[in-house]
């Protein structure tokens, strides 16, 4: 578990704007993904109507299946591009409307009211603006977080869940001195020194 070959790499918000810019997301996939399904159980914990977040979204297919199940799910993503790639890909109708609270940022809604993505920066929210959560989905979110931001990731995710909420993290294990990242590996050691 050698990561030194990662630690000091940062992607800025401008690289990610670019890959979303040139169609360079292979991240994004169409199917949803498996893990959610194995672990549905898990997540919803026999609970109906959760509200359910999504961390570094993009346009993850699997909000539309959560949203569709009943529940409320709310995203964030620095790229208004992948945001509205979203709802025109569902065929959802939304409005968009500014963030008092965060200057230069847009909340986008389905019509509907039960899809909300918020397009800024992970670190410009907080519990005050968008609440607390009863699960989380967070997949190519916690590895896709430069590793020198990891820390106040994991504090601010911890700040947005409910007590009884419950959080599926997908990660990925391979070897960090052959690909330079995103993902980024993240040993087991350091997950749970994160989140306890
Ligand atoms: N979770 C999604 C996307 C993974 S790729 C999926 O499963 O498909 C990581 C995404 O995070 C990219 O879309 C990128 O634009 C976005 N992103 C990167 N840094 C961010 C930040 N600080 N705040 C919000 N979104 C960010």
Same mark, same amino acid.
């Given at each position: ?26 991240? %994004?996939?169409?199917?949803? %993904? ?36 009943? %529940? ?106 052959? %690909? ?17």
């Amino acid at each position: 578990s050698d990561v030194g070959s990662q630690k000091e790499r940062v992607v800025t918000d401008e690289e990610w704007l670019e890959k979303w810019e040139t169609g360079n997301i292979g991240f %994004h996939k169409e199917e949803g %993904h498996p893990l959610l399904q194995k672990y549905l159980d898990v997540l919803l914990n026999g609970r109906s109507g959760l509200r359910i977040f999504f961390p570094l979204c993009g346009k993850a297919v699997e909000m539309k299946w959560l949203a569709d199940m009943g %529940h409320s799910v709310v995203g964030v993503e620095i790229s208004e591009q992948a945001v509205k790639d979203f709802f025109s890909e569902h065929s959802l109708p939304y409005c968009e409307e500014p963030v008092p609270e965060i200057s230069g940022a847009k909340m986008f809604q389905s019509t509907s009211g039960n899809i909300s993505l918020y397009c800024c920066s992970i670190y410009d929210l907080s519990s005050s603006i968008v609440g607390k959560f009863d699960g989380v989905w967070d997949r190519g979110a916690l590895v896709a977080v430069n590793p020198c931001d990891r820390q106040h990731y994991a504090s601010l995710m911890i700040s947005l869940v409910e007590k009884n909420s419950s959080y599926l993290l997908v990660t990925v294990s391979y070897d960090p001195n052959k %690909h330079k990242g995103p993902p980024f590996y993240v040993p087991e050691t350091e997950i749970k020194s994160l989140f306890g």
